[in-house]
């Protein structure tokens, strides 16, 4: 099933004067459970790209379907909603809540949840998830206590709290040395494989793009190699149970 | 869904709480305009309450329900002769007044004096020698007495030489001996002292209330002053002069041998020859309570209308007589106090806005600040409105937490003065009130713009700013 599908997506800024295009015509198609590297130069348009598709930004033209839904001309409340419910963001700097402990800092994107969740459950549900990424005895941490792993693994948490569709992942590693980089990467492979949840991590590393199942060059605004569902089936590293329904039809 | 807005209430102030407990001393700092204000209001207040009800009461204990009522002005070829020298009250008057006007509450008859108190070896000359009627104690609420008892209609009615005197005459004469008993003289005329008066201090105009001789008033008039129709006005007594005068007085009871009635009558002749009714006994004013001391307006028209009557003045002609009231004094006196409580108040909410736009500026600070923590808000699905109802609470929670601080600041400091300086201070309830509204609004006024400067932040921008 189609998660993400883009099509010929537009975004054009305007400074001043002049009209600085930078997606020209964007197609892509990310299916459920993937877990996909999008990469590129600085400059070709990769962090626009993300911010279309994470629902930060809207395009200036082309159309967006997110589980089957259009969504290109949501208003800014609607995309806020939709952050909220579909999509999980992981920074490159982590971006945790200063002096704030672990445990408030993954429990605060449920304050925006539309339905409620009662304090009891949100703490229960928080405690699990900082169990799941094995910081069950950090929960009163604060974030200038915990080493950078250990943040992003907190930031990871946060990401899951609302149970998202979709995981983005900012270069995640650009700021962790290189074995908490591989720690951080096997717990997004960890929770593709055994969750199926839909990871795409953005990143100009080739060594961190290689750990997902189907990288995207973006150059000058436009995908060298999008289109492929076909392409993710060239890499069967990982055969999981997502994949295989999706294979059969 | 209300379970669930109480729910996000009780988030979005944990949320503020937290926010402003990172940064404690920055949150003190901030709201220290609001303490001080909202403190200094609450004190001013209660200071200011305090100072006007303790004039207030102390004008009620000098006679705030009291009119008095003074003759009018007696003239002669052109002349007049000021305030009281005409001699157009009379004690019949006084009846009226205290049957007619319901509005009044106890009317006593004054005949005032200034004569030399002699007791063995010593002397004095009061401020005060008032022939009065009983009723005097209960218009000027003086009724406790520190000894003995006040003189009755029935000693007024004899002109019986009986005496109540005041604090500072017993001192002055007596010197610590009890005075109840003994006789003092005025005039040549014994008077027994049966009662002394309680203290009472001085009044507003600082003359001393306790420097006083009461007597009834037949007494006074009869027995001392010795004033009869033909030596009351001024031009007459002066052609009297002084000896004469004396001689008069105490031979005053022989002038009307075996008369039984409180008053002389007019005979026919007098009748005839004037057209209005000639008043034998005058007096020199009536005081008069009201039965409330709100009501003096009342009984002033009352006591007009029934003084109207009595003197047969048409509408147009002048007054005979003229009514002073107290309430003109208690007004003028609140009024000082109110102006400068208003005053006091102007100033403290200036320094409030000062505190509000502390607020401001520091809350516009903490935007900056915390504009990556906005970014991610809103990346992980916090709304504008949101964001905007978080920053507004914060301010607001500042404010209220400085208001309450500033509310025991200004209570604690009031009752200091109380305690220290014997201020007489008093709890303001409105105050209070108003306190806790002025800092909620200010709270509501100058976060507003910082919180939605706020949510108004790109979330991209936000993310990657520095």
Same mark, same amino acid.
């Given at each position: 099933?189609?998660?993400?599908?883009?099509?010929?997506?537009?975004?054009?800024?305007?400074?001043?004067?002049?009209?600085?295009?930078?997606?020209?015509?964007?197609?892509?198609?990310?299916?459920?459970?993937?877990?996909?590297?999008?990469?590129?130069?600085?400059?070709?348009?990769?962090?626009?790209?993300? @911010?279309?598709?994470?629902?930060?930004?809207?395009?200036?033209?082309?159309?967006?379907?997110? !589980?089957?839904?259009?969504?290109?001309?949501?208003?800014?409340?609607?995309?806020?909603?939709?952050?909220?419910?579909?999509?999980? $963001?992981?920074?490159?700097?982590?971006?945790?809540?200063?002096?704030?402990?672990?445990? #408030?800092?993954?429990?605060?994107?449920?304050?925006?949840?539309?339905?409620?969740?009662?304090?009891?459950?949100?703490?229960?549900?928080?405690? %699990?998830?900082?169990?799941?990424? +094995?910081?069950?005895?950090?929960?009163?941490?604060?974030?200038?206590?915990?080493?950078?792993?250990?943040?992003?693994?907190?930031?990871?948490?946060?990401?899951?709290?609302?149970?998202?569709?979709?995981?983005?992942?900012?270069?995640?590693?650009?700021?962790?040395?290189?074995?908490?980089?591989? &720690?951080?990467?096997?717990?997004?492979?960890?929770? @593709?494989?055994?969750? +199926?949840?839909?990871?795409?991590?953005?990143?100009?590393? %080739?060594?961190?793009?290689? *750990?997902?199942?189907?990288?995207? *060059?973006?150059? #000058?605004?436009?995908?060298?190699?999008?289109?492929?569902?076909?392409?993710?089936?060239?890499?069967?590293?990982?055969?999981?149970?997502?994949?295989?329904?999706?294979? %059969?039809? | 869904?209300?379970?669930?807005?109480?729910?996000?209430?009780?988030?979005?102030?944990?949320?503020? $709480?937290?926010?402003?407990?990172?940064?404690?001393?920055?949150?003190?700092?901030?709201?220290?305009?609001?303490?001080?204000?909202?403190?200094?209001?609450?004190?001013?207040?209660?200071?200011?309450?305090? /100072?006007?009800?303790?004039?207030?009461?102390?004008?009620?204990?000098?006679?705030?329900?009291?009119?008095?009522?003074?003759?009018?002005?007696?003239? /002669?070829?052109?002349?007049?002769?000021?305030?009281?020298?005409?001699?157009?009250?009379?004690? &019949?008057?006084?009846?009226?007044?205290?049957?007619?006007?319901?509005?009044?509450?106890?009317?006593?008859?004054?005949?005032?004096?200034?004569?030399?108190?002699?007791? +063995?070896?010593?002397?004095?000359?009061?401020?005060?020698?008032?022939?009065?009627?009983?009723?005097?104690?209960?218009?000027?609420?003086? @009724?406790?007495?520190?000894?003995?008892?006040? $003189?009755?209609?029935?000693?007024?009615?004899?002109?019986?030489?009986?005496?109540?005197?005041?604090?500072?005459?017993?001192? !002055?004469?007596?010197?610590?001996?009890?005075?109840?008993?003994?006789?003092?003289?005025?005039?040549?005329?014994?008077?027994?002292?049966?009662?002394?008066?309680?203290?009472?201090?001085?009044?507003?105009?600082?003359?001393?209330?306790? #420097?006083?001789?009461?007597?009834?008033?037949?007494?006074?008039?009869?027995?001392?002053?010795?004033?009869?129709?033909?030596?009351?006005?001024?031009?007459?007594?002066?052609?009297?002069?002084?000896?004469?005068?004396?001689?008069?007085?105490?031979?005053?009871?022989?002038?009307y041998p075996g008369q039984s009635a409180l008053y002389p009558v007019p005979s %026919?002749?007098?009748?005839?020859?004037?057209?209005?009714?000639?008043?034998?006994?005058?007096? #020199?004013?009536?005081?008069?309570?009201?039965?409330?001391?709100?009501?003096?307006?009342?009984?002033?028209?009352?006591?007009?209308?029934?003084?109207?009557?009595?003197?047969?003045?048409?509408?147009?002609?002048?007054?005979?007589?003229?009514?002073?009231?107290?309430?003109?004094?208690?007004?003028?006196?609140?009024?000082?106090?109110?102006?400068?409580?208003?005053?006091?108040?102007?100033?403290?909410?200036?320094?409030?806005?000062?505190?509000?736009?502390?607020?401001?500026?520091?809350?516009?600070?903490?935007?900056?600040?915390?504009?990556?923590?906005?970014?991610?808000?809103?990346?992980?699905?916090?709304?504008a409105r949101d964001i905007l109802r978080q920053f507004l609470v914060e301010a607001v929670v500042l404010c209220?937490?400085?208001?309450?601080?500033?509310?025991?600041?200004?209570?604690?400091?009031?009752?200091?003065?109380?305690?220290?300086?014997?201020?007489?201070?008093?709890?303001?309830?409105?105050?209070?009130?108003?306190?806790?509204?002025?800092?909620?609004?200010?709270?509501?006024?100058?976060?507003?713009?910082?919180?939605?400067?706020?949510?108004?932040?790109?979330?991209?921008?936000?993310?990657?700013?520095?």
């Amino acid at each position: 099933m189609e998660l993400i599908k883009l099509q010929d997506i537009y975004k054009t800024y305007h400074l001043g004067q002049v009209d600085v295009p930078v997606l020209k015509g964007v197609s892509l198609v990310v299916e459920q459970g993937e877990m996909v590297a999008l990469m590129g130069a600085s400059g070709s348009g990769k962090t626009t790209l993300m @911010n279309i598709l994470g629902c930060l930004d809207r395009p200036s033209a082309g159309h967006y379907w997110l !589980e089957g839904r259009e969504i290109s001309g949501l208003s800014t409340d609607e995309r806020a909603r939709l952050r909220n419910q579909k999509i999980g $963001f992981v920074f490159q700097n982590f971006n945790l809540l200063a002096r704030t402990s672990a445990l #408030d800092n993954v429990m605060m994107p449920l304050s925006y949840a539309p339905a409620g969740v009662p304090d009891r459950e949100a703490r229960d549900r928080c405690v %699990a998830l900082l169990e799941r990424v +094995g910081l069950g005895d950090r929960l009163e941490h604060e974030s200038s206590q915990l080493s950078g792993g250990e943040q992003q693994r907190v930031a990871i948490a946060r990401a899951l709290v609302n149970q998202p569709a979709l995981l983005f992942a900012d270069e995640p590693t650009g700021n962790l040395d290189s074995r908490t980089s591989v &720690e951080i990467l096997r717990m997004f492979q960890q929770l @593709n494989g055994e969750e +199926g949840l839909t990871i795409i991590l953005v990143t100009h590393d %080739a060594g961190v793009a290689h *750990h997902a199942q189907r990288i995207i *060059h973006i150059r #000058d605004g436009v995908i060298e190699n999008g289109f492929s569902a076909g392409a993710a089936q060239t890499k069967p590293e990982v055969g999981h149970k997502v994949r295989a329904t999706e294979v %059969a039809p | 869904m209300s379970w669930w807005h109480t729910q996000f209430h009780s988030r979005t102030l944990r949320t503020a $709480f937290h926010a402003l407990g990172r940064n404690k001393m920055r949150s003190g700092l901030t709201t220290l305009g609001i303490i001080i204000g909202v403190g200094a209001v609450i004190a001013m207040m209660e200071i200011g309450n305090g /100072s006007s009800n303790a004039i207030q009461k102390s004008i009620a204990s000098m006679g705030a329900d009291n009119l008095i009522v003074f003759p009018g002005t007696a003239a /002669s070829g052109g002349v007049t002769f000021g305030a009281g020298t005409a001699t157009t009250l009379t004690p &019949e008057d006084a009846e009226a007044i205290g049957q007619e006007c319901p509005a009044a509450r106890a009317v006593a008859t004054i005949v005032r004096a200034r004569a030399q108190v002699v007791y +063995g070896n010593r002397n004095w000359v009061p401020l005060f020698i008032y022939g009065a009627s009983p009723s005097f104690l209960d218009v000027r609420n003086w @009724n406790d007495l520190a000894e003995g008892g006040m $003189f009755t209609e029935q000693d007024v009615r004899n002109a019986a030489k009986v005496c109540v005197l005041g604090q500072t005459l017993v001192r !002055e004469l007596f010197q610590g001996t009890s005075p109840l008993g003994q006789e003092v003289r005025v005039r040549n005329v014994a008077f027994k002292v049966i009662g002394v008066l309680s203290a009472k201090g001085a009044n507003m105009m600082g003359m001393d209330q306790d #420097d006083i001789l009461l007597a009834p008033w037949t007494t006074i008039k009869r027995r001392v002053s010795g004033s009869t129709l033909g030596n009351e006005n001024q031009s007459a007594q002066n052609a009297a002069s002084a000896s004469g005068t004396q001689a008069t007085v105490n031979t005053l009871s022989d002038i009307y041998p075996g008369q039984s009635a409180l008053y002389p009558v007019p005979s %026919a002749v007098q009748a005839a020859d004037t057209p209005l009714p000639v008043r034998f006994e005058n007096i #020199d004013q009536l005081l008069v309570a009201a039965q409330d001391p709100r009501e003096t307006q009342l009984a002033l028209r009352q006591i007009t209308q029934v003084l109207h009557e009595r003197h047969r003045i048409r509408p147009g002609e002048s007054d005979d007589f003229n009514i002073r009231d107290m309430t003109e004094m208690t007004r003028a006196l609140a009024a000082t106090t109110g102006l400068m409580t208003n005053l006091l108040l102007c100033v403290a909410l200036i320094s409030l806005v000062v505190g509000g736009v502390g607020i401001m500026n520091i809350m516009l600070v903490s935007v900056t600040e915390r504009t990556r923590e906005i970014g991610l808000r809103m990346a992980v699905g916090a709304r504008a409105r949101d964001i905007l109802r978080q920053f507004l609470v914060e301010a607001v929670v500042l404010c209220l937490l400085g208001g309450a601080l500033g509310i025991a600041i200004g209570r604690g400091s009031s009752l200091l003065l109380r305690a220290t300086l014997h201020w007489p201070t008093e709890l303001s309830v409105g105050a209070i009130l108003a306190a806790v509204i002025v800092s909620l609004s200010v709270g509501m006024i100058f976060g507003y713009y910082p919180a939605w400067k706020a949510s108004r932040l790109d979330p991209i921008e936000a993310l990657r700013y520095e």
